[in-house]
């Protein structure tokens, strides 16, 4: 298990690295923050320029600006925001809570549907439930989430007046976006837990549980749902790194004040250290979200330990 | 029990509704961005100063009507050669923190500016011509320049100029001041979340009075859909600019609470030519294709009439607009006439650059588009990035026969657009060279004589009309979304809104 480890702590340092790297060249590309900075100011010189560049610290050789970034990640020091000069480990401090708050929301309602729905398409197999509920998830699955919410806004906040439609204030402002964001997680989710369900209701151990005279519900939820449990954590795991980039989408609309309106905006205004430490956090977290999900195999299932 | 539980009940209903009620005179506006800094000096952001006009204040002010007035200075007096100002200022004047408003504090504020502190940020650039400011007496400033400068009066209202406690600055330090700023404007600030909002609280003490309104909330929203939305369900009473996109105006003028509030703003469209080369370098060829178009019905039929069609590349607010100054005319057989004495073949091709990202303009630049090939011509449209157009394609001379241009600046003075635009080597004149118009861009700069000086701002429209340099197309409205129980309301053209006669029903 340790060499285990230290082989996949490697490879995602590595992954990190990697990403970071390719970011920060690439914003580098997308124009000269000094300008941006300085566009409203009338009559502006080169020296000028040179000057805002030099305060931004951009006239530093692409590495060094690079490395500075990168050692925020240890250091909790990402430097300013281009805008305004606030600490970016400051923006961070309160975005990522947010972030974090709607995205396990948003998980924890889709675990909540799917689990359940998905038992129940996998046992009533080809019935009307399971044909209700896999068209069902189609559809959600089809949804671009930017309609859902403008739709949910639409209705609850603007027609019925029951939620806010944007904003960080209290757990009905959670509804909404949490909703958008689970119903197409939940959408596939369903499909998956059926699949696997199905798989496994065909297992032997499954027929002996029920020839023992289990109950019906603990032959589902203990025996079976225990042995689909690997894909379904895999796929959450990659699914969590999907919400997290599918966040900033969700997040502008309800204008939520976490992660991705930072790096939404951030973009917009040429703000390479905002931009590049929402990257780096959020691509690190992603990482260690896969290399959780790689350690819960473990504890779940023994013979992937000893492999 | 029972009976205590209803009781309860009713009285935590009675509470909720009672909230609102207390709450009167709040104004809850929904700003697009947070400038993430409030230090007068450290910013340039529209956005900062749509809150920051009620914090702070300047020597002079400038209001919605443009009219230039006295702010914290009372009067103020040119000298002869241009080259000193010689400011009364207002007494009894306090900020947010008690501090006294003086000569001391105006000194301060500029030698900051001008200063190491100054010099890193965006705002020095705009006061460079002050060489030094003395203190005369305690109500006595003067400013001594390196040159006349006629547009600094409209400076000193806005942004770097605003005046800040000296005490209150050296106690807390440049980092606390730009989270908790200090003026003497009519509102103070009271609470900053940065990337969520901005509370204010009025300023009882005010000099002018104190303010109707008792708290205005502003909220940073980026998305247009989503301040409509919070608009539109009642939790914000105004959305400022430039958020409201044209096609969002009927829904929210359908609603009977809401209303659109607008006023020419300081942006103004257009479509320069590339004078170098190709079939543009032909000055007959860039006036049929001007005649080509009507701007007009693209004002009415793209823009929901939120525009007026400008002669020159400047709106009627600014210094040196000229009313007598006609557009050329629609009028496509003339411009087939033109065409055809310049040599030009039917089924020639121009290209038409615009920022991808703005999507109104693109509707616009298909429009002109349709109307060129009314006249024989083929334009394409390249959709850049903005930065990339802005950066590179244009000050390169790379651009194709034409390309987009919006132009706005806050001294709402043709002087900034015309020589940025028209002189030779500028960034923005990637291709014209013409020493006429050098030296009338160059003389009207340091006159103080404003009839001369306006006068030659004039010509330089007339000249720049008759070489045809550009389309010019149009000058945008400012345009504000509100709830009708805000009472009082007066729009800024350039975003500077000062509350302090506004209130809520």
Known sequence: ?307 | MRKTLTALALALTAMGFAAPAMAEGKLTISSPQDPGNWDPIDTFLVNWSSVATNLFEGLTYRGPDMVLVPGLATAWDVAEDGKTIRFTLREGVKFHNGEPFNAAAVKFTFDRLLGEVGAAGPQRSNYMVIDSVEVIDDYTVDFHLNAADPVLLTKLAGYGAMIIPPQYYAEVGDEAFNNAPVGTGPFKMTSYEPRIGVKLEANPDYWGGAPRLSEIDYRFITEPATAVAELQAGNVDLVIPPTIPIGMIPTIEANNNLSIVSTPGPTVYALRFNTRDGITADERVRRALIMAVDRQTIVDAILGGQATTIASFQGPASFGFDGDLAEIPFDPAGAQALLAEAGVQPGASVQIDVRGNDATFNEVAQAVSAYLAGVGINATIQPYETNVLLNDIIPQGKTGAMFQQSWGGWTFDYDNTAYSMYHSGEKWNPYDVDPELDAMLEEQRPLTDTLRREELLQSIARYAADRALEMPLYNLNAIYAINNRVKGFVPAPDSRLKLNEVWVE
């Open chain 1, 1 to 307: 298990m340790a060499g285990f480890l230290f082989k996949r702590l490697l490879q995602s340092a590595f992954v990190i690295v990697v990403v970071t790297l390719l970011v920060a060249f690439a914003v580098r590309l997308s124009g000269d923050p000094a300008l941006m900075i300085a566009s409203g100011a009338t009559n502006i010189t080169e020296a000028d320029l040179a000057r805002i560049r030099e305060g931004l610290g951009l006239n530093q050789p692409f590495l060094t600006q690079y490395l500075q970034t990168l050692s925020g990640l240890f250091t909790w020091d990402f430097g300013r925001s281009f805008m305004g000069g606030t600490p970016v480990a400051t923006l961070i401090k309160t975005a990522l809570p947010a972030t974090l708050a709607l995205a396990f929301t948003a998980m924890a309602v889709s675990i909540a549907l799917s689990i359940p729905l998905g038992i129940r398409a996998a046992v009533r197999r080809g019935k009307w439930e399971d044909q209700t509920i896999r068209v069902v998830s189609l559809i959600g699955l089809s949804f671009p989430n930017f309609w859902l919410a403008t739709m949910m806004v639409l209705l609850f906040s603007i027609t019925l007046h029951l939620l806010p439609p944007s904003g960080m204030n209290g757990p009905l402002s959670f509804v909404m976006p949490a909703l958008t964001m689970g119903v197409i997680l939940t959408a596939t989710n369903v499909r998956l837990v059926r699949t696997s369900m199905l798989e496994v209701l065909n297992a032997q151990y499954i027929t002996v549980a029920r020839a023992k005279g289990l109950s019906e519900n603990k032959v589902l939820y203990k025996h079976a749902l225990r042995n689909c449990a690997i894909p379904l954590i895999t796929y959450m795991g990659v699914q969590f790194g999907g919400l997290l980039g599918g966040i900033v989408v969700v997040e502008r609309v309800f204008n939520w004040p976490g992660m991705g309106t930072l790096a939404f905006d951030a973009v917009a205004s040429r703000d390479y250290p905002v931009l590049q430490s929402v990257i780096m956090v959020l691509s690190t977290m992603i990482v260690a979200v896969n290399l959780l999900v790689d350690i819960a195999y473990g504890l779940i299932d023994p013979r992937i330990r000893t492999e």
